[in-house]
């Protein structure tokens, strides 16, 4: 039996390693194998189950319409971008905010104690009151005020998605701060660093490299909280979905406007599950022996 040599070339294999490597893939096979199995089964039994059930034909005209989803797709997309944009805005506006905000509740400065008190009372409440209140609120609270003329819909619906999200943002950028280990905080302030710039370079960096799977998990429910500004009258993906429901009395529009949130939402779902991987590898790797 071959084994390695360590003083010699590091291409060499022992044949138990290529034994173990031959297994691997032969179990990687089998599991492929009953999966796709397992899958067709339950597809098949889902199918039948459906298909078989009385309402089944009435539900499929209603929901699933092919004419009505070609017909809905050009003006339900149309909607879309102003959920997009929306998105865009409210990206921004949260991650600035709720860094400012996870800032203000890190620190132990007497001076700056009002601050850290309005942080933390505002991400208390901002948390806990349910979106569509809060877009009720900002959407007509605001404008009643008559100081700043006539907002668009869509200005007020980044107000209200910002305001609730940066609340849950800066809680965790609060958690990635916090779990940075206090050594490096006392580091650089030997070295002479203020407060903001060790935040800035030396904290701050740490803390989102940790949080990162958190942040896209709040980006996906955003992406999704964002449907929810067609309460304020803009004409986005769901409004427009409502209002072909209204003319053709079909839901499809509405099946069409989930398959478009779901498409835009998935590249980032594969995003954090292939980052959550790589960074439970690295993990592993630095603890092994």
């Known amino acids: 039996m071959n084994i390695r040599n360590f003083g010699g070339d590091n ?4 044949q138990i390693e290529l034994e173990r490597r031959g297994f691997r893939r032969r179990q990687t096979g089998k599991s492929l194998l009953i999966s796709c199995v397992s899958l067709l089964i339950f597809a098949t039994v889902i199918y039948v189950i ?15 319409s092919p004419e009505r989803f070609v017909e809905a797709i050009p003006k339900v997309g149309k909607g879309l971008l102003l959920n997009i944009k929306i998105l865009c805005v ?28 309005l942080a933390t009372v505002y991400t208390n409440v901002f948390r806990g009151i349910p979106m569509i209140i809060c877009l009720y609120l900002v959407g007509f609270g605001i404008p009643a005020l008559g100081i700043f003329g006539r907002i668009p819909a869509e200005v007020l619906g980044c107000i209200a998605v910002s305001l609730i999200y940066s609340a849950y943002v ?17 580091a650089a302030r030997a070295l002479g660093f203020s407060h903001a710039r060790t935040m ?3 904290i701050l960096p740490q803390a989102v490299r940790k ?13 999704k909280d964002v449907g929810l500004v067609s309460v304020l009258g803009g004409v986005d993906a769901v409004r427009s979905a409502q209002i072909l429901n209204a003319v053709n009395f079909n839901y499809t529009p509405y099946v069409v406007a989930g398959v478009f949130f779901i498409l835009m939402s998935f590249p980032f779902i594969l995003l954090i599950d292939r980052y959550a991987k790589r960074l439970q590898n690295r993990e592993q790797l630095q603890g092994a022996v």
């Open 11 to 14: 291409d060499d294999v022992s």
């Open 90 to 117: 409210s990206v921004v506006c949260v991650g600035v905010t709720a860094t400012l905000l996870a800032v203000a509740r890190t620190t132990r400065s007497a001076v700056l104690f009002p601050l850290r008190l």
């Open 50 to 64: 459906f298909s078989h059930s009385e309402g089944w034909a009435r539900v499929q005209a209603a929901y699933f």
């Open 170 to 186: 800066a809680e965790v950028i609060r958690a990635g701060i916090e779990a940075v280990h206090p050594s490096q905080r006392m």
């Open 200 to 202: 800035r370079i030396i």
């Open 211 to 223: 949080i990162i799977p958190a942040l896209m998990n709040d980006f996906v429910a955003m992406q």
